[in-house]
T-cell receptor, first 112, second 119 residues
Framework: DGGITQSPKYLFRKEGQNVTLSCEQNLNHDAMYWYRQDPGQGLRLIYYSQIVNDFQKGDIAEGYSVSREKKESFPLTVTSAQKNPTAFYLC???????????FGEGSRLTVL | AQKVTQAQTEISVVEKEDVTLDCVYETRDTTYYLFWYKQPPSGELVFLIRRNSFDEQNEISGRYSWNFQKSTSSFNFTITASQVVDSAVYFCALSEKGYSGGGADGLTFGKGTHLIIQP
């Protein structure tokens, strides 16, 4: 089936550890995005990529890193520099022309 | 800067009532897109509708309807004869880039409205 796959769905991390969230899409979309969702805060853009080997910071990029080595994949690393990493992370992709995004099921990260 | 405001944090209605979710946006561009997404408890955002800034016609899809008014910068969403399955968080979103590069920089979301439909 076509879509966006995020893994893991739930992740626990100790303070000081880096963790990588996976996002894979088979929709042939050029653009991919990472959003963070906190209760009552809506979705905030972390990073996005419009093309392979290129990406841009969103509104809250500090403490995060990404790579885009393949069109299908856009992993997000939450580094130890992220001061408040506990959140729900959503990956999305789109063609970029009309702006419509397709979302994965999300990854819930909890820092212990 | 672009901004989306959903003033209603939570709405609770009894099944079969009509309910309207408000969305007000700010943008400097004349070309932009507006969206509504539904987020059920599972977490995945489900696309509901896209509207471009040049099309102010209202749209109806089954029990759902949308009212776009540029004069008041609003894009409201109405559910008629609500059902328990409509319970979810609903997000309004804005893309400023328009057709030529539309949305490649991502969507700006409102904070969402939690809709509770009681049986």
């Amino acid at each position: 089936d076509g879509g966006i796959t995020q893994s893991p769905k739930y992740l626990f991390r100790k303070e000081g550890q880096n963790v990588t969230l996976s996002c894979e899409q088979n929709l042939n979309h050029d653009a991919m995005y990472w959003y963070r969702q906190d209760p009552g805060q809506g979705l905030r853009l972390i990073y996005y990529s419009q093309i392979v080997n290129d990406f841009q910071k969103g509104d809250i990029a500090e403490g995060y890193s990404v790579s885009r080595e393949k069109k299908e994949s856009f992993p997000l690393t939450v580094t130890s520099a992220q001061k408040n990493p506990t959140a729900f992370y959503l990956c999305a992709s789109g063609w970029g022309v009309t702006g419509e995004l397709f979302f994965g099921e999300g990854s819930r990260l909890t820092v212990l | 800067a672009q901004k989306v405001t959903q003033a209603q944090t939570e709405i609770s209605v009894v099944e079969k009532e009509d309910v309207t979710l408000d969305c007000v946006y700010e943008t400097r561009d004349t070309t932009y897109y507006l969206f509504w997404y539904k987020q059920p408890p599972s977490g995945e955002l489900v696309f509901l509708i896209r509207r471009n800034s040049f099309d102010e016609q209202n749209e109806i899809s089954g029990r759902y309807s949308w009212n776009f008014q540029k004069s008041t910068s609003s894009f409201n969403f109405t559910i008629t004869a609500s059902q328990v399955v409509d319970s979810a968080v609903y997000f309004c979103a804005l893309s400023e880039k328009g057709y030529s590069g539309g949305g490649a920089d991502g969507l700006t979301f409102g904070k969402g409205t939690h809709l509770i439909i009681q049986p």
